[in-house]
């Protein structure tokens, strides 16, 4: 009896984690086929130098013969260029015709360009109207982006893979048996597979060679090239040492844990595949149908790395509210750390080079590592904060210097739930915001006080001394009046308060050198309430708030406490965040 089966990491790439997730998905097919009560789970875990599936009920070798006719678990593509090549024999539900999709795809959006306003209003507002069911039945395959991806340069190959898991019906049960022996032990022993391989297919007459070319669509960091283990000659030549069921199954995982784009306005292409932490298949699937479903459009390079993790994680809090996923929302509450299921995005970036590609970026995009859950009022809190975080990225163009150094600080917040790349985009986005609503019509999105307080504490509790500080508070009441607050006053034509267009750049200078700090943050106090005065001698209520002594003192004492630089940093971010307009606009 089987009840737990191996993987080795051996790339360090997503290769591993879509063999992982073909095996599981291979092995949750076998399972029910055999399993009489139909009640199968197979859960993923990240053991470190390996993943692990543990098998819920246990499998039986001995009842491998009963699983029967077996389509292959990926689909063959067929294109008119190759439909003679492939096996005549191949049933209809194993295939899928390339050029078909492709048409429906074209009617699908040439029917959404078309719609009426009055229909294009519903589906933006997720509403019902006649013309959207008529839409609906025009969707686009689901797999549509994976057939894109694999045709042309990869599709030899992968109907190679795919084609040969319907030769080998007639000796199914010996062929699982290797692939269930090879993983059922660690370290897996590839040398032991292929020799069993290749006595079965002897027996059978298959002709299928145990080795096969490893595709770099899914294996990342192989291509064709100088690949040879001992350099007796130059040579550009493929990777061919891959056990090909081991290979078939990364074929299978790519249908259900990648997401395969090209970036807008761009033929290169770019892949995230997950990194499962502690997450049975069917929690799995159901939330990367939700996930995917938010990923329909094209998107800028960095914005997609950013909007994929955002998303994903969204997903994945919406998937613990659903019923029937009560095992998953206490799995969630258990590790509090959406991060802590599954970890995040495995990422390969190709260059397009017409009928091929070449890997030109290889790296990793952690799940926000500040999204913590105990319970079901913190997962609409966190869906909220991620909404907001959304929305603020959406806006920027990456085709503007000044948005890209702004996505990039975003992406390195969120990929490593660092403060401070936060800060040091909070510190730059102050400015951003300034700008854009100095532009005839231009406008830029705010944090909330609230969520960002829920952000920094839930990253460093230790946080929450500075930021429910009253000083503190006042202080960023203060920026937030002279520069955000007054901008606002003033294209109301409310001039009564000057804006300070240049005071993030003024703290932030003199952020790492508490004395010079101080001092600017004084000079800041001192004009404050100058205005504040004049103000209340010259004109009527409402009135801004005066900084106190006291509000400068705590200041200071946080100041020695904790740093200048992180002090300030909090500051600006608060400074430039949004509050209730009551509180903004009728203070006594």
């Known amino acids: 009896m089987i009840n737990t089966l191996f993987v080795g990491k051996t790339s360090q790439t997503f290769a591993d984690a879509l063999l992982v997730y073909g095996l599981a998905l291979v092995t949750n097919d076998v399972l029910r086929r055999i399993d009489d009560t139909g009640d199968v789970t197979v859960t993923l875990r990240d053991a470190g130098p390996y993943y692990t599936l543990d098998l819920s009920p246990e499998l039986d070798p001995e009842r491998l013969p009963a699983v029967g006719v077996y389509l292959p678990p990926a689909p063959v593509i067929r294109t008119a260029k190759n439909a003679k090549q492939l096996p005549q024999d191949l049933p209809l539900q194993a295939l899928v015709d390339y050029e078909a999709q492709r048409d429906r795809r074209t009617a699908y959006f040439a029917a959404r360009q078309n719609l009426s306003k009055e229909a294009q209003v519903a589906m933006r507002a997720g509403g019902e109207h006649p013309e959207l069911e008529f839409l609906r ?4 395959h689901p797999d549509w982006d994976v057939f894109r991806a694999i045709n042309p340069s990869a599709l030899a190959g992968y109907n190679k893979l795919t084609a040969q898991w319907w030769q080998i019906q007639e000796g199914l049960p010996d062929v699982l048996a290797i692939l269930f022996s090879l993983y059922s032990t660690l370290p897996n022993d590839t040398d032991a597979a292929v020799a069993a391989w290749k006595q079965l297919d002897k027996a059978h007459g298959w002709g299928i060679g145990a080795t096969t070319t490893s595709l770099q669509i899914y294996n990342p960091a192989q291509g064709k090239g100088q690949n040879r283990a001992k350099a007796d000659r130059l040579a550009m030549e493929n990777i061919k040492d891959a056990f090909w069921l081991s290979e078939s199954l990364k074929a299978v995982g790519f249908y259900h844990a990648a997401l395969t784009k090209q970036p807008r306005g761009s033929k290169d292409r770019k ?6 932490i502690e997450v049975t298949l069917g929690d799995s699937q159901a939330i990367m149908d939700g996930f995917a479903n938010m990923m329909v459009g094209a998107q800028s390079s960095i914005q997609s790395d950013i909007l994929a993790d955002l998303r994903y994680t969204r997903a994945l809090l ?3 509210q659903d019923a029937g996923a009560d095992d998953f ?8 750390q959406p991060a802590r299921i599954v970890g995040g995005f495995y990422s390969a970036y ?3 080079l017409g009928n091929s590609a070449a890997t030109m970026n290889l790296s990793f995009i952690g799940l926000p590592g500040w999204i913590r859950v105990r319970s079901a009022e913190d997962v609409d809190v966190a869906i909220a904060i991620l909404d907001e975080h959304e929305r603020i990225v959406r806006q920027f163009d990456e085709t503007h210097s000044d948005d890209i150094a702004l996505l990039i600080s975003y992406r390195d917040f969120i990929s490593s739930s660092d403060l401070w790349p936060f ?3 909070t510190a730059a986005y102050s400015g951003y915001i300034i700008r854009q609503r100095e532009r005839a019509g231009g406008r830029a999105r705010q944090f909330s006080d609230r969520n960002l307080g829920r952000l920094i504490m839930n990253a460093e509790p230790k946080l929450r001394r500075i930021i429910e500080s009253e000083g503190f508070q006042n202080l960023a009441y203060a920026i937030r009046q002279s520069t955000v607050v007054a901008q606002y006053r003033k294209q109301q034509s409310d001039r009564r308060y000057d804006v300070r267009y240049g005071l993030n750049q003024e703290l932030a200078r003199k952020a790492n050198y508490p004395r010079d700090f101080i001092a600017a943050l004084s000079e800041f106090i001192h004009s404050y309430n100058a205005e504040n005065a004049q103000v209340m001698e010259n004109r009527q209520g409402p009135y801004r708030r005066s900084i106190l002594t006291t509000d400068v003192e705590e200041i200071v004492a946080l100041v020695d406490e904790f740093g ?3 002090v300030c940093q909090l500051l600006l971010a608060y400074g430039y965040a949004r509050t209730p307009r009551k509180d903004e606009l009728d203070d006594d």
């Open 318 to 320: 919406q998937h613990s």
């Open 350 to 352: 190709y260059k397009n």
């Open 564 to 566: 200048s630089g992180l």
């Open 137 to 140: 039945s025009l969707a686009p």
């Open 329 to 336: 929302a206490q799995l969630l509450f258990r590790r509090r």
């Open 271 to 276: 892949t995230y595949v997950l990194r499962p």
């Open 423 to 425: 800060f040091d985009f």
